[in-house]
């Protein structure tokens, strides 16, 4: 009754809903308590001891990488050092560990320089140490590079940058190469670094503001801190002067709207004026360019490597023609293997006498022609006492003489070669560091005028294509009061100058 009554009036009765209410409450009670003891938060030692784990756990990952990125720096013997002014970027030495070897370099040989035609590197530079203790890298059996690399003291190559700079302005404007006549040109030394310094006439078929705007834009693109400066004179001729770091290294006399190039000069008895050797490094590849050197009207030496495949071949054209012809010994540069290869038959820093001594005796072997040697790379093994005097002292023993290409301003051949009584020669200038027709003209009208002055030249060049073509442009051009001559023909002056 009671429960249709309520339902009838649709309120329930203080009875029902004081049970419903209890019911209800002691029904939920259970269920609440085990979704509170379910859900339990954890107490602060089980967060403390978490945060411990997940440290423990950072701080082990930490170390792992910091040991990783150590093992592939640099060892301290071969960590990099800022150089303030100096050295191109190169990359360091081996970092293969081995154990120390008796032999080593008594001073770091500077990097081997690239030579190519693009702009100069900014000069933040860094240079790598070379550990003097470091074991010698496993000779290369595969085919090395087949060009020189070679390097430079800093201001030496500014020079020939500012070189390049102004062959670059010649060819903007279309002047005729004869209108450039070199004048002078001395060698000089500062803070023990040599480099040229020139005097050019130059023949413009144009007012002078022409030319000093395309030098001024080449000397900006291609020179690091080079001043271009009017010294004095008004229309009609003009003297510039060029100046790196506050040093004058060219000067130039513009003469403006010549009517034609500068006459040639009158040949000369032969074998009264200077005398210029022109060596081509690298040969043994390509038997039509031996065939082309050796077809020219002067006299060409060839300089072989060994192990290529037609060094022998090579060496056969270039005797048969009546030139003289060198072994182009591979020897170990200073960032060997990373940027350059000398390739099989090379000689390393920390190689025993006797490897060395097999390996040269195997190379001789194959360019029996051979009057003497020169160095392919080297910037490292030329600097090492020890090992070129094992060289030099086999050379003797055979009547042989060494020409030092001078791929690095460490070498020690001449000393070495003075202790020991061996004839000896060194390279004056690189034809080619622009692989450019005009630039290696104008490095040898360089080398005429420097023939000029001292005596007598030796420039090396590189079997480039273009190497072959300015050579056979200079043939016809070239400076006739000039002797160019076999490299052989230098040996009895030097030495009686020497003795």
Known sequence: ??????????????????TTKSGGKSGAKPRKTAAKTSRKRPSPKVFSKLWVMLIAVATGLTAITLVWALSLAPADPLSTDIATLDKPVSAPASTSAAPPVSRSATRPAQPDRVAGLTAPAPTNHV??????????????????????????????????EVDLALVQSIMELNLDPRSVRHLDIQMKTRNGQKYHTQSLAIGLDQDARSFEQALRRNLKLWVHNAELRKINGGPGKQEWRISLLNLPTHTLFLEEHARKPFPPPSPVQPGTGPRLVVVIDDLGENVHQAQELAALSFPVTF??????????????????????????QPMEPLDYPHRADPGPGALFVGMEDEEILKILRNNLAQVPQAIGINNHMGSRFTADESGMSTVLQELKRRDLFFLDSLTTGDSVADEQARIIGLEHLRRHIFLDNIPNVQAILFQLRKAEQLAHSQGQVIAIGHPYPETLEALKLWERERDQRINVVSLGSLLSRQSLAER
């Open 303 to 328: 300089a072989v490597l060994p192990n290529i495949s037609k060094s022998r071949e090579v060496a056969r054209i270039g005797a048969a023609a009546g030139r003289d012809v060198l072994l182009h």
């Open 127 to 160: 240079r790598a140490r070379i550990a003097p203790d470091a074991a010698p890298p496993a000779p290369s059996s595969r085919k090395g590079l087949v060009y020189e690399i070679f390097d430079a003291e800093l201001l030496e190559q500014q020079v020939k």
């Open 1 to 18: 009754m009671t429960g249709k009554t309520a339902k009838k009036s649709g309120k329930p009765s203080r009875s029902s809903a004081t």
